[in-house]
């Protein structure tokens, strides 16, 4: 199982961005998947998750109507669209799979002016 | 909401049992998941459905549940076992997720 996350980086606060997890050597199509992320010298915080389908998406309430998770699976990828980005959603974030028997190494999105 | 709760530090020496519990009302209903972080990489699964050890990981991890409270102990600790952990599970909706705050494990 491998699990590759990209798109972090430094954004303003209020801008955007959008972090991808590419999934290989299982059948992304049927599992959960999941964001989670940790800011500095924090402790690990859920963030979204999603149905195999994509039909159903769990948000952290303070992260709720400003990201969205999505998925595609003819491509074997999740998805994290961030907008509205505050400095407190200055965290690596790691995409797993299902209850976290497989995460990334992480990406790094700082938000800062 | 609901809340998971953990000490934020442990510590034993090499060979003794490590005890880190995490407790919460939703733990009565729901099944815990206990993660090995080390420092500046991605955690691990070392227990699932409160009591079940992936593979890979070593014997001396070990999981128990009781009431609203799980335990994850580390029999005969080794220095290498040094990390944070974290209790992780659900909602009563099975939707939402949460870490508990982090266990500093210290061997020395």
């Known amino acids: 199982v491998q699990l590759v996350e990209s798109g972090g980086g430094l954004v303003q606060p209020g801008g955007s961005l959008r972090l991808s997890c590419a999934a290989s050597r299982f059948t992304f199509s049927t599992y959960w998947m999941t964001w989670v992320r940790q800011a500095p010298g924090k402790g690990l915080e859920w963030v979204a998750n999603?149905?195999?389908?994509?039909?159903?998406?769990y948000y952290l309430d303070s992260v709720k109507g400003r990201f969205t998770i999505s998925r595609d699976n003819a491509k074997n990828s999740l998805y994290l669209q961030m907008n509205s980005l505050r400095a407190e959603d200055t965290a690596i974030y790691y995409c797993g799979r299902d209850l976290g028997d497989y995460w990334g190494q992480g990406t790094l999105v700082t938000v800062s002016s | 909401s609901f809340e998971l709760t953990q000490p934020p530090s442990v510590s034993v020496s090499p060979g003794q049992t490590a005890r880190i519990t995490c407790s919460g009302d939703?733990?009565?209903?729901?099944?815990a998941y206990w993660y090995r972080q080390k420092s500046g990489q991605a955690p691990v699964l070392v227990i699932y459905?409160?009591?079940k050890r992936p593979s890979g990981i070593p014997e001396r991890f070990s999981g128990s549940s009781s009431g609203t409270g799980v335990t994850l102990t580390i029999s005969g600790a080794q220095v290498e076992d040094e990390a944070d952990y974290y209790c992780y599970s659900s909602d009563s909706s099975g939707n939402h997720w949460m870490f508990g705050g982090g266990t500093q494990l210290t061997v020395l």
């Open positions: 459905e409160d009591t």
């Open positions: 999603i149905k195999p389908d994509g039909s159903e998406k």
């Open positions: 939703v733990l009565s209903k729901k099944y």
